[in-house]
Each structure stands twice: as C-alpha cells, then as structure tokens.
C-alpha cells in the first residue's frame, strides 16, 4: 500500500515531494564563462595571425623573389613599394616571355589572392575583438577593407599592363598608384590594430588589467 504525503513528509523530510525540476543540473560545466570565450576568440586570432605571416612570406619573400630568376633580376611590380614608371615596366614585358607571364597570373589568382582575403579577415577580427565603440571600430576597419579592394585589382592590372599588346601610359600609372596605394593601406592596418589593441587595454577596468598582467 502506497504511503500518503504525510507518512512520507515524516520519513524523509520535507523535501520528500519536491519535484524534479527544481533540482540543480547534475553538470554546469558545460555552459562557456565569459573568460573562456575571450580564450577562444584568441585563439582564434593567433591561428589567424600565423596564418597570415605565413602568405607574407610566401606570396612576398619566396614566389616573387623567385620570379626575378625568370625577368634577368628586375623585381615584379608587386615588391616596389616606391612605385615604378613606365621605362621599368617596358624592361619587364621585354624580359618575361609567355610562360613567365603565366606563371605571374597564376601566382596572383593563388598566392596573390588569398594573402590579401587572410589578411583582411585576420585583420577585421583584430579589431573588432578589441574595439568597442562602433564608430571607431568601423573607422579603423576602412584601411583593411581598402587594402583587400586594393590588393585584388593591382593584381588584374599588373597582369593585364604586361600582358596587353601595347603598354599605355595611363594603365602603367594606375598601376604604379595601386602598388603604392596597397603598401600604405598595409601599413595603415598594422596602425589601426595597434590603435585597437591599445585603446581595449585603456578603456579595462583597471583591476582587471592588473589581473590579466598578474
């Protein structure tokens, strides 16, 4: 025979009817704490940041160095970080034959096109995991967003300038200003991180900066 509320009250206490749903979860481990998410995040960006220097150094330092070995020395338009004017770029059609423009344009569509996509994503999440007003956050956006725009149309430029059967003194100066164009837009975006970081470390609380430093 079953017991009645009461015979149970006075057995097992007063909790003897307490429903199940008022029981604490058996495991609350699983639920993120705001610390561990920041972990993740940055995580995250160093993969990210790896990843980038990774394609700077290959794209830059070893397939358009290696690329002088095919144009007697002269350096792809790429590295000049000062600019180049049309004698400079007359020299190099004349000295890279068809397979070497080939090999040009495929390092741009490859290399050349994912080095910039990694570097703006990379960048953007820099900034937007540490910048909190959204005016500045977009502001400090603009020079990442414009290097990537920047980026991807010097490379159809430069392809098509040593490419075209006739070298014009307009298309060589515009790709001259987007070389240079995409070089200070390069630099702007290690600033505007710099401003970033700094500007999250200024605007902590200072008890936490001093736990984080601890």
Do not use: C
């Not at 970033?196 to 609380?205: D, E, I, K, N």
């Amino acid at each position: 025979m079953g017991k009645t509320p009461a015979q149970r009250a006075a057995k097992h206490g007063n909790n003897a009817d307490a429903p199940a749903a008022r029981q604490l979860p058996a495991n609350q481990s699983t639920e993120r704490t705001p610390q561990q998410a920041k972990s993740n995040a940055n995580l995250i960006v160093i993969a990210a940041t790896v990843t980038t220097l990774f394609m700077f150094w290959y794209f830059h330092l070893l397939v358009l160095n290696q690329m002088t070995q095919l144009s007697g020395g002269l350096a792809m338009p790429d590295s000049l970080i000062g600019g180049y004017d049309m004698d400079y770029l007359a020299a190099l059609r004349t000295a890279l034959d068809a397979d070497a423009l080939g090999q040009l344009s495929y390092v741009h569509k490859t290399a050349g096109t994912l080095f910039p996509l990694i570097f703006g994503f990379t960048w953007l999440l820099i900034i937007g995991l540490n910048t909190q007003r959204r005016m500045l956050r977009w502001v400090l956006w603009a020079a990442p967003i414009l290097f990537v725009i920047v980026d991807l149309w010097e490379n159809v430029v430069i392809d098509n300038v040593l490419g075209s059967a006739e070298l014009a003194a307009g298309d060589a100066g515009l790709a001259s200003f987007l070389t240079v164009a995409r070089w200070v837009l390069l630099g702007l975006s290690l600033v505007a991180s710099l401003v970033a970081v700094f500007s999250s470390r200024r605007t902590r609380p200072p008890e936490l900066v001093a736990k984080n430093e601890g």
